[in-house]
């Protein structure tokens, strides 16, 4: 049976998790391969790392590491709540924007082999400072144009715990109406899609990451805007006030 030696090291992260390093010495290789004690001060064993004592010695020094958190209850000594509200940009085909009747209305769009496309030309009813009419037609801003950038807000809650929360998991791939009190939020933003939730074992408990992305249609609208470069003028002055 393997006996623990004197040599032991520890780290500890200021989110409470422990790695600890503890030398055992073990009488023959099988036993340094298949008898290092699986847990240790509550700790899980993640890795093992042995070689020869001395020579002609059958037995061997194993370094083994163990990690997690050494606290009791359900929860690490040192609470670990991380959140931060990110940015990402999305290329979308302008056949997904929401409001198709808009994009006819004020820009031409029209429907050809199943694609979405503007027009070179648009008639123009501005007037020219005296009063006289501008040239009949005007650029289309959108001509050629097949898809467009969406800038939108990621949440994103990352914590660690002895289990994943079993309500977490269910809200995976739902859209809900409001983030985790941790985030402490105060935008626009009124509903967000909860992605997979990421979880990743390391000793005896959890590393989850939940993100959750914004899905207000109010993204697609703002993107458009800016892509003609008119935010004060037509209809869409609507979404931003």
């Known amino acids: ?28 290789r099988a036993e340094a391969i298949n008898s290092i004690p ?13 070689q020869p004592w001395i020579s002609e010695d059958s037995r061997y020094l194993v370094d083994a590491v163990y990690e997690g958190f050494n606290g009791s209850g359900n929860g690490p000594d040192v609470e670990f709540d991380q959140a931060e509200i990110t940015g990402e940009m999305r290329e979308i085909k302008i056949e997904l924007f929401p409001d198709r009747d808009l994009l006819k209305e004020q820009y031409g ?20 400072g005296n009063g006289l009419s501008s040239p009949e037609e005007k650029d289309n801003p ?52 909860v ?5 990743r074992k390391v000793g005896n408990m959890w590393e989850i990451t939940v993100e959750y992305e914004q899905v207000d249609e109010f993204g697609d609208k703002k993107a458009l805007a ?3 470069g008119e935010v004060k003028r037509s209809v869409l002055d609507t979404f931003f006030r």
Do not use: C
């Open 1 to 28: 049976m393997a006996v623990r030696v004197e040599k032991e090291k520890f780290t500890k992260g200021r989110d409470g998790r422990m790695r600890l390093q503890v030398r055992w010495l073990a009488e023959t």
């Open 38 to 50: 699986p847990t240790y001060d509550g700790l899980q064993l993640t890795d093992l790392n042995g």
């Open 109 to 128: 769009a029209y429907e050809e082999d199943g694609r979405l496309k503007f027009p070179a030309k648009l008639p123009n009813t501005a007037l020219t």
């Open 142 to 193: 959108f001509f050629n144009l097949t898809s467009y950038l969406v800038e939108y807000e990621i949440a994103v809650h990352q914590f660690i715990r002895r289990t994943v929360p079993a309500a977490l998991l269910k809200k995976q791939l739902t859209v809900v109406n409001k983030l985790p009190s941790v985030f402490e939020y105060g935008g626009e933003t009124r509903y967000w899609f």
């Open 195 to 199: 992605r997979p939730v990421r979880r």
């Open 226 to 228: 800016e892509l003609r």
